[in-house]
């Protein structure tokens, strides 16, 4: 089910290791907690539903363990296509994991949406623990107590800890909870391994993530970045460059990416430029082209190459 192990062998017989998926809702916070526990920004995020298209892994190790971080797109019931396969994408996850860690909002009555997606889950012989995230912003402390009853009383969660994924409330502790539940084992990845993603999936996502804060409730849903060429340390300019294709699914959506005389492809393209060279430290130049290729989500199996 899993590689081999590629990590330093290890005599540490304490020594804890494996795969963990984290599994909720869409605009839990999944990514915003692969990000807090790694103390990096691998998964974008926006205030949206539906962020994470694709599965991302990040490791997490010390010492004594590592984790294999699983960021998946949030399970709910599709409509579309891209939506299916985002759910299936987080399902096969949810398989391929050691343990789940399953998020949901802290003070939210969401049980019943929540407990169709945890009947699935359950039936997966692994452990899972239940966090109940954002609780910087619930005002009314005395709501959690009765929601952990809630779902303790109809799940048999290995252990449910309140979380905040913006402020790391709690998070020391989850993560003790988590190595508690990890089987022993080798690690799985070198000491300084942190994500199997290749570079320009992740600048594919900054763009992304740029043109949803630009255009706000105009993205249209169905954009998607294809990076074209990435030349790195390109010798004409003297730093990477990367030239990449915006697309989308209509001409009204391609006149509104590129804005009144091409101001909002430009803001877009000057933002993720900064995030971009912040995520690689190197100067980038960035083009960025705006495409209308009807039903792109839906022809061939990966029409954003990475
Ligand atoms: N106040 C507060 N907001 C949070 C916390 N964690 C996440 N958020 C916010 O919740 C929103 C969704 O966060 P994401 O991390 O993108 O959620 P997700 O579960 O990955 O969403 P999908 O990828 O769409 O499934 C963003 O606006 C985050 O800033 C938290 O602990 N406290
Ligand atoms: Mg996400």
Request: hydrophobic fraction near 40%.
């Amino acid at each position: 089910m899993h590689p081999e192990p590629i990590g330093e062998p290890t005599q540490d017989k304490e020594f804890r290791s494996g795969y963990l998926a984290l599994a909720g809702r869409p605009n839990v916070g999944k990514s915003t907690l692969l990000n807090c526990l790694l103390d990096q920004k691998l998964a974008i995020i926006t205030p949206k539903p539906q962020t994470t298209r694709n599965t991302v892994l990040g490791v997490w190790q010390n010492p004594k363990a590592q984790i294999a971080i699983l960021d998946t797109p949030g399970i709910f019931g599709p409509r579309k296509l891209l939506q299916e396969i985002m759910v299936a994408s987080a399902f096969r996850a949810l398989r391929q994991a050691d343990l789940i860690l399953f998020l949901t909002e802290a003070g939210q009555e969401k049980f019943a949406e929540d407990r169709e997606i945890l009947e699935k889950i359950f039936s997966l012989p692994r452990p899972i623990l239940l966090a109940l995230n954002k609780v910087d912003r619930l005002v009314d402390k005395s709501l959690l107590l009765p929601q952990m009853e809630m779902y303790s009383q109809n799940f048999p969660f290995q252990e449910i800890i309140p979380i905040s994924a913006r402020t790391g409330e709690g998070t020391k502790e989850l993560l003790q909870g988590l190595i508690r539940a990890l089987p022993p084992g080798p690690p799985l990845f070198p000491p300084d391994f942190l994500t199997d993603r290749p570079e320009r999936f992740f600048v594919a996502e900054i763009i992304r993530e740029a043109a949803f804060a630009c255009l706000r409730e105009e993205l249209p849903y169905s954009l998607g970045v294809r990076i074209e060429e990435f030349r790195e340390n390109s010798r004409a300019r003297g730093k990477d460059f990367i030239r990449a294709t915006v697309l989308v699914e209509r001409e009204t959506q391609k006149a509104i990416t590129l804005g009144h005389q091409g101001r909002m492809i430009k803001e877009i393209g000057e933002k993720a430029r900064r995030e971009i060279e912040s995520f690689l430290d190197r100067p980038v130049y960035l083009e960025l082209w705006v495409k209308v290729q009807k039903k792109w989500r839906t022809c061939g199996q990966n029409p954003l190459r990475y």
